[in-house]
């Protein structure tokens, strides 16, 4: 039934499946010492479903096996084909929303398993959704091992994978995993962290990172890690990149969608993401995880992108924002401004003037630290 099972799985176009006993994962004990080292940050959400996530079985009592599914999306290399944006969006975003998709997938390879196998129990899809340790998980049905960067790393894939799971009601033996880690002394992802989030090895300070910052934390980015973001407005792939398992990693399955986004965001600049109201963030986002921090988080991203840019068109894209409806995005104009100030008349005249006019406390404060 498993080795049915898993060749439904490769015919639904999943890259790696494995078994997983809906059992703690290893390593999962570490949690709780993440959680009181406040490495996630304000996700409180991760500590009111810890117990859930320490055990599966709390989360759902009738999952008879976890079947862990992985999709391979390797962004193409830099040159003609890359994504306009790949400097500044995740390789994962430059495609339409996986979660739809890899939902999709999992509702045919569901029913194809209950047409083969027949009907005895439900069978539920997650894809981020469900209190799970996806990649503690992951490890546990052999697909890979939780690599220094924390992210699952695949001898075949690399740390190229997107991963979901399907709860299957029935007791199916758990696959074996990996015996151990195959970082060796690599430190690559360590070196390449802007923000020192890897600073210790397989333990990430999630507060730190830049995919935690520009895209779950809602507020006022912390000064200390503006510069680090460079030019990068939703997530960031330095960690992953770097990695030398991906370069085994065979070419990912064509993409439609990536490429009708490549034609679409073809002349997408950082001045032009600066100039976007609710209608032109919609047409250009709706279909991509972009759309899931709104207009109002991606120009904050944007203010400190271009203060990093270092590019006179950055100027007049940055007063522009300062004259934004939301506080948070003008007090990162502000910021960003203050990096051209020294040698900027005009963006001196603008930085006094916003002294003069700005009433939010929020953005006042900004601009006393300048
Ligand atoms: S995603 Fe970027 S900021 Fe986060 S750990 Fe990796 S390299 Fe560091
Ligand atoms: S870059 Fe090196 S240390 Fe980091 S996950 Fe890959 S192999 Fe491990």
């Given at each position: 039934m498993?080795?049915?099972?898993?060749?439904?799985?490769y015919?639904?176009?999943?890259?790696?499946?494995?078994?997983a006993?809906?059992?703690?994962?290893?390593?999962?004990?570490?949690?709780?010492?993440?959680?009181?080292?406040?490495?996630?940050?304000?996700?409180?959400?991760?500590?009111?479903?810890?117990?859930?996530?320490?055990?599966?079985?709390?989360?759902?009592?009738?999952?008879?096996?976890?079947?862990?599914?992985?999709?391979?999306?390797?962004?193409?290399?830099a040159?003609?084909?890359a994504?306009?944006?790949?400097?500044?969006?995740?390789?994962?975003?430059c495609?339409?929303?996986?979660?739809?998709?890899?939902?999709?997938?999992?509702q045919?390879?569901?029913?194809?398993?209950?047409?083969?196998?027949g009907?005895?129990?439900?069978i539920?899809?997650?894809?981020?959704?469900?209190?799970?340790?996806?990649?503690?998980?992951?490890?546990?049905?052999g697909?890979?091992?939780?690599?220094?960067?924390?992210?699952?790393?695949s001898?075949?894939?690399?740390?190229?994978?997107?991963?979901?799971?399907?709860?299957?009601?029935?007791?199916?033996?758990?696959?074996?995993?990996?015996?151990?880690?195959?970082?060796?002394?690599?430190?690559?992802?360590?070196?390449?962290?802007?923000?020192?989030?890897?600073?210790q090895?397989?333990?990430?300070?999630?507060?730190?990172?830049l995919?935690?910052?520009?895209?779950?934390?809602?507020?006022?980015?912390?000064?200390?890690?503006?510069?680090?973001?460079?030019?990068?407005?939703?997530?960031?792939?330095?960690?992953?990149?770097?990695?030398?398992?991906?370069?085994?990693?065979?070419?990912?399955?064509?993409?439609?969608?990536?490429?009708?986004?490549?034609t679409t965001?073809?002349?997408?600049?950082?001045?032009a993401c600066?100039?976007?109201?609710?209608?032109?963030?919609?047409?250009?986002?709706?279909?991509?995880?972009?759309?899931?921090?709104?207009?109002?988080?991606?120009?904050?991203?944007?203010?400190?992108?271009?203060?990093?840019w270092?590019?006179?068109?950055?100027?007049?894209?940055?007063?522009?924002?300062?004259?934004h409806h939301?506080?948070?995005?003008?007090?990162?104009?502000?910021?960003?401004?203050?990096?051209?100030?020294?040698?900027?008349?005009s963006?001196?005249?603008?930085?006094?003037?916003a002294?003069?006019?700005?009433?939010?406390?929020?953005?006042?404060?900004?601009?006393?630290l300048?």
């Amino acid at each position: 039934m498993k080795e049915i099972i898993r060749q439904l799985a490769y015919e639904a176009g999943f890259d790696c499946v494995g078994f997983a006993a809906p059992a703690a994962p290893h390593h999962s004990d570490r949690l709780p010492f993440w959680l009181a080292e406040r490495r996630h940050g304000d996700m409180n959400w991760l500590e009111r479903s810890a117990a859930k996530r320490l055990q599966p079985s709390r989360y759902r009592a009738d999952v008879g096996t976890i079947l862990v599914l992985g999709h391979h999306y390797r962004p193409q290399p830099a040159g003609p084909m890359a994504s306009p944006m790949s400097d500044q969006i995740a390789a994962y975003a430059c495609r339409s929303d996986y979660h739809d998709q890899l939902r999709h997938k999992m509702q045919l390879l569901a029913d194809r398993i209950i047409s083969v196998v027949g009907d005895s129990g439900s069978i539920r899809s997650c894809v981020d959704s469900a209190p799970l340790m996806e990649k503690p998980l992951a490890v546990a049905a052999g697909i890979g091992w939780q690599g220094k960067n924390s992210l699952l790393v695949s001898r075949q894939f690399g740390c190229w994978l997107l991963l979901c799971e399907l709860l299957l009601p029935w007791s199916l033996p758990a696959d074996q995993p990996l015996p151990q880690s195959h970082c060796g002394s690599c430190q690559r992802c360590q070196r390449a962290c802007p923000t020192a989030a890897l600073d210790q090895a397989y333990w990430i300070d999630a507060s730190r990172c830049l995919a935690y910052l520009t895209i779950e934390y809602k507020g006022t980015l912390p000064r200390p890690y503006r510069s680090a973001m460079g030019t990068r407005i939703y997530g960031c792939d330095s960690c992953l990149s770097v990695c030398p398992w991906n370069r085994f990693t065979p070419t990912p399955r064509h993409d439609p969608t990536a490429q009708q986004l490549q034609t679409t965001w073809q002349s997408l600049t950082l001045p032009a993401c600066a100039a976007l109201n609710e209608d032109g963030f919609r047409a250009l986002f709706q279909q991509t995880p972009l759309a899931r921090i709104g207009l109002t988080r991606l120009l904050r991203n944007v203010a400190v992108a271009l203060g990093n840019w270092g590019q006179p068109e950055a100027i007049p894209a940055l007063i522009h924002l300062l004259h934004h409806h939301e506080p948070l995005v003008r007090s990162h104009a502000v910021w960003g401004l203050a990096q051209y100030a020294p040698h900027s008349q005009s963006t001196q005249q603008a930085l006094q003037q916003a002294t003069l006019d700005e009433t939010s406390p929020e953005v006042r404060a900004e601009l006393a630290l300048i």
